[in-house]
């Protein structure tokens, strides 16, 4: 009877062990942030400035230079609409560009957003509602979502 006891502990021990395990896993997957998450923080840490997060949610190539170029002078960066866009996906994937990712490692996304700059950067950064293309992809399935390109409509 003990060591039918024991057993049966020891089963359950596995179990438990298994199941908390699993609980792990599907946590640190809720934690990545999905495609449009991504450019959603982007918009949150153009709104507070903060150069780190912009970078964290990029592919790295690109200089810090940019990152303050973008939020010099910026006063509002209100995200307004996003949604999937199949053809510039289709577009990026026959590019040069899009030839470094699976294709179900990409996504694009055509946002909306109002902008309010104290002063000009440049003629890409302007005041009022713009419209932009944000290509976000990941090396592999197991990759975080980083935006690689963005681009304007």
């Known amino acids: 009877m003990k060591s039918v006891l024991k057993i049966g502990l020891l089963i359950l021990s596995g179990v438990l062990v298994l199941t908390l395990a699993a609980c792990d896993e ?45 939020v010099e002078g910026l006063k509002k960066a209100e995200l307004i ?11 990026f994937i026959q590019s040069e560009r899009g030839q470094y990712y699976k294709p179900e490692n990409i996504r694009v996304f055509e946002v909306e957003a109002e902008f309010d700059y104290q002063q000009y950067a440049s003629l890409y950064y302007q005041r009022g509602k713009q419209k932009r293309v944000y290509f976000v992809v990941r090396e592999k399935e197991d990759s975080p979502w980083l935006i690689d390109e963005i681009g304007r409509i």
């Open 26 to 70: 599907g946590d640190t997957e809720e934690q990545a942030l999905q495609p449009e998450a991504v450019v959603r923080e982007y918009y949150h840490g153009l709104s507070n400035q903060d150069l780190e997060a912009l970078k964290a949610l990029q592919v790295e190539r690109r200089p810090a230079l940019i990152y303050r170029q973008v």
């Open 81 to 91: 609409s996003i949604k999937e866009n199949e053809e510039e996906k289709e577009a």
